[in-house]
């Protein structure tokens, strides 16, 4: 294998010039970096990475810690994180929380352990330990989907750069949709309780029925809990009522399957016995009968955003943290009982944008 040795000598440069182009560490020439780069291709150098750590105390290296990867959103996510990250010489170490406190307290330790140079975390309910582990190392972190609120008057506490889709108003579209549509009873099978997803989203559905003079029946506000099962339970329980919903909205696309599941043990039919919008798009929901009418998160570019903010992090350690909110798209199918029309995004959607704040 070719060495730095054999790098500097057919570039003719000094070993010392090799290793400040690698490493960045101090402006080389243009001319002289173009010839070691040259040299670098020629003789199919591959750079120690360990060593170069070493030098720069940085690994080029991303901890990813995010629960239900299964998931086709998150996984979405995923892939955006590491098309980016690898855009930018970054590799990716990935661990798995599972919405639980302190086994996510266990995984960031290790990845911090494994010297990654920031992380990203899509942060559990109560995500006190994490926040008071990262704050203690100072570690760069970015939070994604699920955004942590802190304290104006508590300095305490160190502010994060967070990146999430928008919730609110997008949960408002889809009951708007239904009462439009002359549903009166309308639930929300809702997401696990703490996260600021499952706040947002109630909170449209609220904003929502209030919109069109309906009244709040906290009966039909059920949670899911974000998974399947969940999902099939809270189905069963609205269904049990004495006036059950004629239609439903669902906060993830995992709780979208339990919804449907639950609905066929029952031998219901959507849209006919009762009309269902789900918030989460995925890639085989307009393959299901009827073809599910949804919000369509950026869950790709969420997942590159929060790269983008982590480097800027790492490279501005002190400048003020950012919080960024990307818009949704209201896929408009058959299940909320519409007739059958082409898939496509509603045109009157404003273009996708991101907002700082």
């Known amino acids: 294998m070719a060495t730095m040795v054999d790098v500097a000598r057919s570039a003719g440069v000094s070993v010392a010039t090799v290793s400040h182009v690698l490493n960045d560490t101090r402006p080389v020439l243009p001319h002289t970096r173009q010839a070691v780069l040259d040299a670098i291709d020629r003789l199919g150098y591959t750079p120690n990475t360990l060593a170069r750590s070493l030098v720069t105390s940085r690994t080029h290296s991303i901890g990813l810690a995010v629960s239900a990867i299964s998931n086709p959103y998150f996984t979405e996510i995923l892939q955006g994180v590491e098309a980016a990250a690898l855009e930018h010489g970054y590799s990716l170490l990935i661990a798995d929380p599972h919405d639980d406190p302190a086994h996510e307290r266990k995984v960031v330790q290790l990845l911090h352990e494994r010297r990654v140079d920031g992380m990203i975390v899509a942060p559990s309910p109560d995500p006190r330990e994490l926040l008071a582990y990262l704050g203690r190392h100072e570690v760069p972190a970015v939070f994604l989907d699920r955004l942590i609120g802190f304290e104006a008057s508590d300095t305490s ?42 706040r947002e989203r109630i909170a449209g559905y609220r904003h929502g029925l209030a919109a069109a003079g309906l009244p709040y029946d906290e009966r039909l506000l059920v949670h899911g809990d974000s998974e399947a099962a969940g999902a099939e339970r809270a189905t069963d329980a609205l269904l049990s009522l004495a006036v059950p919903p004629t239609a439903m909205v669902t906060a993830n696309n995992a709780m979208t399957i339990g919804t449907l599941r639950a609905l066929r043990e029952r031998g219901l039919s959507v849209p006919e016995d009762i009309a269902l919008c789900c918030f989460d798009d995925f890639a085989w929901a307009d393959l299901f009968t009827p073809r599910l009418t949804a919000i369509a998160q950026p869950s790709k570019e969420i997942g590159a955003q929060a790269v983008r903010l982590l480097l800027d992090r790492l490279a501005a350690p002190d400048r003020p943290a950012r919080t960024v909110r990307l818009s949704c798209s209201f896929v408009h199918r058959t299940s909320c009982g519409c007739p059958e029309r082409p898939a496509q995004s509603d045109p009157s959607d404003p273009p996708e944008k991101g907002t700082d704040s």
Do not use: F, K, M, N
């Open 157 to 198: 506490v160190p502010r994060h750069d967070q990146i999430c889709a928008e919730s609110a108003e997008p949960t408002t579209r889809l009951v708007t949709h239904l009462t439009d549509l002359g549903h009166r009873r309308i639930a929300l099978i809702a997401g696990l309780p703490g996260l600021s997803t499952t």
